[in-house]
């Protein structure tokens, strides 16, 4: 049997304005640059919404983020914490562009769709930087529109699109694979559907997480 044909298929339940889950993807793929082609892996997003209750329009980023973390002390601290992890971890993080906190529901039906043309990664990219480096407002259409259009999806396919109803419920369905799971947080990876990994752990952790899932899909293929 050929290792180079086992691979390691990862699911990611993440929310597109969660900082540790933009770090999570990072330290992900420093793992993944580490175990090289040894360990081929599948990448596949999956939502979760933070804020499934947010207003449609979001709300004012610091006025929320306060009342829910109890103060702007409380906020700043937390927000600097983020900013060093960030910049270990290559991002820059800049909290002070970004306004308002957006309902998220849009953008992860705009990562399904992107996985339906395979550039999936690239729109979560996509987001994660529009939002957390530029400070945009990524539950606003225009916004999403030109994020898939600059990843190489067609403009007015993706408009045409987010102006439906498709894809709400294969979006609400993949949530609620994630909250039987008994998610509770993110970000949280999922390792062929049985190694778990909670929170954006060291890549160290990730490397481990990776051969221990490979070595299980070859013992399970040695004993077939």
């Known amino acids: 049997?050929?290792?180079?044909?086992?691979?390691?298929?990862?699911?990611?339940y993440s929310d597109v304005i969660c900082p540790w889950c933009f770090i999570g993807k990072r330290r992900l793929e420093q793992a993944l640059g580490?175990?090289?082609?040894?360990?081929?892996?599948?990448?596949?997003?999956?939502?979760?919404?933070?804020?499934?209750?947010?207003?449609?329009?979001?709300?004012?980023?610091?006025?929320?983020?306060?009342?829910?973390?109890?103060?702007?002390?409380?906020?700043?601290?937390?927000?600097?914490?983020?900013a060093e992890a960030g910049e270990a971890a290559g991002i820059e993080f800049a909290f002070d562009?970004?306004?308002?906190?957006?309902?998220?529901?849009?953008?992860?039906?705009?990562?399904?769709?992107?996985?339906q043309q395979c550039c999936q990664d690239d729109?979560?990219?996509?987001?994660?930087?529009?939002?957390?480096?530029?400070g945009r407002d990524i539950g606003n259409?225009?916004?999403?529109?030109?994020?898939?259009?600059?990843c190489g999806l067609n403009r007015e396919e993706v408009r045409?699109?987010?102006?439906?109803?498709?894809?709400?419920?294969?979006?609400?369905?993949?949530?609620?694979?994630?909250?039987?799971?008994?998610?509770?947080?993110?970000?949280?990876f999922l390792l062929n559907g049985r190694l778990s990994i909670?929170?954006?752990q060291p890549p160290d952790i990730f490397v481990s997480a990776l051969q221990q899932a490979k070595d299980t899909v070859m013992e399970r293929k040695d004993g077939a």
């Open 160 to 188: 045409v699109f987010l102006a439906s109803d498709r894809a709400v419920q294969e979006v609400r369905t993949e949530e609620a694979a994630g909250h039987r799971l008994g998610i509770r947080g993110v970000p949280y």
């Open 123 to 134: 729109v979560v990219e996509a987001l994660f930087f529009s939002y957390f480096t530029e």
């Open 97 to 115: 562009r970004i306004a308002r906190t957006p309902n998220t529901f849009d953008a992860h039906r705009l990562i399904w769709f992107a996985g």
């Open 34 to 82: 580490q175990v090289g082609s040894a360990q081929p892996a599948q990448v596949l997003w999956r939502p979760f919404e933070l804020n499934p209750t947010m207003p449609k329009e979001g709300l004012d980023r610091r006025s929320y983020l306060e009342a829910k973390f109890g103060g702007a002390g409380t906020l700043q601290t937390m927000q600097d914490r983020v």
């Open 141 to 150: 259409l225009d916004s999403l529109t030109k994020v898939a259009a600059d």
């Open 1 to 12: 049997m050929n290792e180079q044909d086992v691979g390691v298929h990862i699911d990611v």
């Open 198 to 200: 909670s929170g954006a």
